[in-house]
């Protein structure tokens, strides 16, 4: 479905009136969440309920190898019926090659024609099970005891006598027009419902996978500086960053939720160490060197590809491009893609936030020092992709700001929780 707009505003006045609610403009356009962005799953949200609201057109097939009789019912039909549209054929055959590509909603057969009887063109389409649910009238000329019990095994649903009453044929035709839009809306919500329910286990798979993995970054959080709010902006630059560089969809998916498992190694540097105020001697920055091979351990190994994404994150976010990184001294692109990436995104944010030990840096100078290091700690593209998109970079740091909200207001990430 396509709404006809693509601006923030033409979409919310769209949709709001629907009864949708929709997120600020940054997360509807650019987020990925559950599978997708909040507006690819607000299209199918609205996609379902706009089969609802929009009247489908219906079709009534004629055939009767007689001009004059199609003209006949033609001119009884026009104008009596809502949002219906005749097609009329005076050839059996082509009928039937109309109907490989076209479904009506009810067809009104004549029974004695050159080509095939009336019958035989019921059988032939009936073959094809998406006429099953179609209502089929017969017309004929005989007295109806003799052709009615062969007519109905073939699946006429009624026989018109002829010649045929305009009244009563409109009337018929309207009470079956009812009747396979009842069927149809029946089906069709049927299908909506599968849908609903996929959606609702993917929804659940996601959402456990991000438990676990929420779970085991706050385990490390409780031991480290860094705040809830770095995990998440650093995630979100990251994937930012991946899209820019045109990564698959489902890469850019995984990284969101795989990025903050960066640190997780740090459970296992001692407390002396990792929660040391001042700075570390050479012997101890060796030993906190050891936090990416740590997690790359904690978490290989597993049949989970985010998982195995995160273990190659932890194991490649101190690489430099230059190979002057650790723990293996990696350089261009044998260090992984998505710790290239997380790369720029954890130091970037890092810079620009404030840490017990150091101030923020303002936004200019951070993104200097990226640019400075592009090609030397950083891969020249996910550096060029980053400042590509500095708006939606200073986007995501105030939309996931440590700072506390202002006096009265909602901070970013509370609204942010308010309206997902
Ligand atoms: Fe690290
Ligand atoms: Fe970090």
Known sequence: MYLGTTTYEGIKAILEPLGFSLPGPYSLLTRSRHGGTDLERIYAQAGRKWKVLTPMPQTILLLDDEPDNIALMERALHGKLHNVSTVSFVSPRQALAWCDRHEPDLCLIDYRMSEMNG???????????????IPMVMITGMPPEELRPEALVSGAIELLNKPVNPDEMVARCRNLLLLRKSLRDQRQQASGFDEEINCALQGIAVREHEGVIERLVQFSETRDEETGGHMRRMAYLSELIAREIGAHREFCEMLLLAAPMHDIGKIGIPDRILLKRGSLTTAEREIMKTHAAI??????????????????IAHSHHE???????????????IPLAGRIVAVADVFDALVNERPYKNAWCPGDAFDLIRRERGKHFDPECVDAMLKRIGEVMDIETEFSDKPAPEGGLSPRTLNRRVS
């Open 295 to 312: 997690g790359y351990d904690v978490l290989k190994g597993s049949e989970s590809e985010l998982l195995g994404l995160g273990a190659d």
């Open 320 to 334: 430099k491009f230059d190979g002057l990184g650790y723990p293996r001294g990696l350089k261009g692109e044998s």
């Open 119 to 133: 019958i035989e063109f019921m059988r032939q389409i009936r073959q094809n099970p998406r006429f099953n649910g």
